[in-house]
């Protein structure tokens, strides 16, 4: 096959020069401003495309309109195009990949529609059309890059389903005459069948779909596979019954796990390598009605979000939480429920903070991601090592910053408290409400009011909303019961805002990744003073406003009004019990 370079060699010397006359002679760009950009393009080694963009020349649809009109290129809307699955398995992705191409259809003659950035790059026409047996029309991507979609498309490619289906079914029919006692019990009867097949796509597909969880349920007939995407859960997958318990066995043989235990709950953990990534996956399982039901965690470092630009701390809360990582001691909490984005918070900090100068420790149950520049310790009860017996071994260790994973006992939170109040910068996670309660939290844990007076510097109170496709964006008018939950928030008119209308790049849900809305409490003087007299919740609430505390659901407003998330969604996750 040839390679890249040979393909696009044609089309960029000849193509982008008439290209960038054509541009020249409609008026689209002035003969200075291509000048510039021929020489940018030539010292960069960017398409001319690109840098025509890049600089502000023109822009993308103008570009794609005028190469459409100047050499009779039919244009298509990537973002809401009717993609054929057919035509996607024509071409291999790690080609489409490669070389920007992305088929999405068929002509009613039966050639191929194909979309790409290169339309007059002969020679890789002919090897497109010599790979799928069939001719190829050309089309231009009008909104969005090629390479945008084919990750997202080929990673919900209704065929795997089909192929998942033979390959289990394949499974079923060999396993009772390999193991007519039951299922697989030896890594060597697992690793020569179809269930093999069947759990490397499942695993696959989680990572390709950005997926944070991966539940196999069985039921009454059926086993069906579901991927938590954004905090939803998505139904993907349905399988035969028969084969669910091989699946099983299967993941718990990777997982170093007991695979002729269905009684009781049981953990584990294996890696997958998928190119240059390496994934880790957690593994729960426990017994059901209908037979043992399995959660896999997908702990992906690569796209786990560990840079503070990508949480969703902006304007005052980032310059609050900044203050407070600059203090050389005392104790940040990350308070919210389960699934609220603490434990990345916290890897984020201590990622920031690990500058080589200081020795960070953690102790955490599990350690999720490891970093190299971190020393981390997981809690192990059958060694006797839990939260607070780990963080007194960590003392000893002459640690700068002290990371403990959660606070969930009082033992824990006054061996923590007892370390911020003796030079060390203590970070964690604990289970309440909101900043405010986080603080009480501690107090009604059996530590002492002067205690967390003196050594609480900060809380940070947080949840996370689904973010708008940025593919889809458009301004629409809010529902009456979102205007007024809005403007009873934010005492102003509700205009009109963004969502998402769905599109290829998002499934048609219209969001695209989460960002996290924030509550960032600072211990005063004025707070100190109401922790120690052991105030309420509601009480160090009224203060932390009044000193300029941005509560959750107006940040989760202001993040709606500046077409981050949606109000929608703002209600349904930022909740408080005021």
């Not at 195009?81 to 191409?101: C, Q, S, Y």
């Not at 170093?256 to 729960?284: C, S, W």
């Not at 609050?320 to 984005?341: A, E, F, H, K, Q």
């Not at 160090?540 to 989760?556: F, M, Y």
């Amino acid at each position: 096959m040839a390679d890249k370079k040979t393909l696009t060699g044609v089309f960029a010397g000849g193509f982008m020069d008439r290209l960038g006359q054509a541009l020249q002679e409609g008026g689209f760009i002035t003969q200075e401003q291509l000048n510039k950009a021929r020489e940018l393009s030539q010292s960069s080694g960017k398409r001319l495309t690109d840098v025509l963009q890049e600089q502000g020349f023109t822009s993308r649809e103008i570009l794609t309109s005028a190469l459409s009109f100047q050499f009779k290129i039919p244009v298509v809307h990537l973002k809401q195009a009717e993609i054929d699955p057919k035509a996607l398995e024509l071409i291999p992705e790690e080609f489409a990949r490669e070389h920007e191409v992305f088929p999405f259809g068929f002509e009613p003659s039966g050639a191929l529609k194909v979309a790409t950035e290169n339309p007059q790059n002969f020679e890789l026409i002919n090897t497109l059309s010599g790979m799928t047996r069939k001719p190829i029309r050309t089309y231009l991507p009008l909104d969005s890059r090629v390479g945008e979609l084919i990750e997202s498309s080929y990673s919900t490619l209704p065929g795997i389903t089909e192929e998942l289906t033979q390959a289990v079914e394949t499974a079923a029919e060999q396993l009772p005459a390999r193991t007519p006692a039951g299922p697989p019990t030896t890594v060597e009867e697992l690793g020569q069948v179809p269930i093999v097949r069947a759990v490397e796509m499942i695993t696959f597909r989680a990572v390709k779909s950005r997926a944070s969880d991966i539940h196999i349920v069985p039921t009454f007939d059926s086993s069906k596979v579901l991927y938590r995407i954004d905090g939803v859960l998505h139904e993907s997958i349905t399988l035969p019954l028969s084969v669910h318990q091989n699946m099983i066995s299967r993941i718990k043989v990777m997982a170093n796990m007991d695979i002729t235990e269905k009684r009781r709950p049981q953990d584990g953990h294996f890696t997958l390598e998928f190119g240059e990534r390496k994934v880790d996956f957690r593994v729960a399982a426990i017994q059901t009605s209908y037979g043992e039901m399995m959660v896999i965690r997908v702990l992906d470092k690569s796209f786990a979000g560990f840079d503070f630009a990508e949480l969703g701390l902006v304007s005052e809360a980032r310059r609050v939480y900044d203050r407070l990582m600059d203090y050389p001691l005392g104790m940040i909490l990350i308070s919210g429920p389960t699934g609220s984005g603490k434990t990345t918070t916290l890897y984020a900090t201590v990622n920031k903070l690990a500058d080589g100068r200081r020795n960070v420790m953690t102790i955490e149950d599990p350690v999720e991601y490891r970093f190299d520049n971190i020393s981390q310790i997981e809690t192990n009860p059958a060694a006797g090592i839990d939260f607070a017996t780990g963080l007194r071994a960590i003392m000893r260790m002459d640690p700068d910053i002290i990371l403990v994973g959660e606070i969930r006992d009082g033992e824990t939170a006054r061996v923590a408290i007892q370390a911020a109040n003796t030079g060390h910068l203590v970070l964690s996670s604990i289970h309440a409400n909101d900043s405010a309660s986080a603080t009480v939290r501690l107090l009604d844990l059996g530590v002492e009011s002067f205690a967390v007076s003196s050594g609480l510097i900060g809380v940070v109170a947080q949840r996370l909303v689904r973010k708008i496709c940025p593919h889809c964006k458009t301004l629409t008018a809010p529902t009456a019961t979102e205007a007024i939950i809005y403007e009873q928030e934010m005492q102003e008119p509700a205009g009109e805002f963004y969502s998402g209308r769905g599109c290829n790049f998002c499934s048609g849900t219209g969001f695209l990744g989460r960002l996290g809305v924030f509550e960032v409490l600072l211990v005063t003087e004025e707070i100190r003073s109401l922790i120690l007299r052991s105030a309420n919740a509601t009480q160090i609430k009224e203060q932390a406003i009044k000193e300029g505390t941005i509560p959750l659901r107006r940040d989760g407003m202001l993040k709606a009004k500046e077409g981050m998330t949606t109000i929608q969604e703002v209600i349904r996750k930022v909740f408080t019990t005021d």
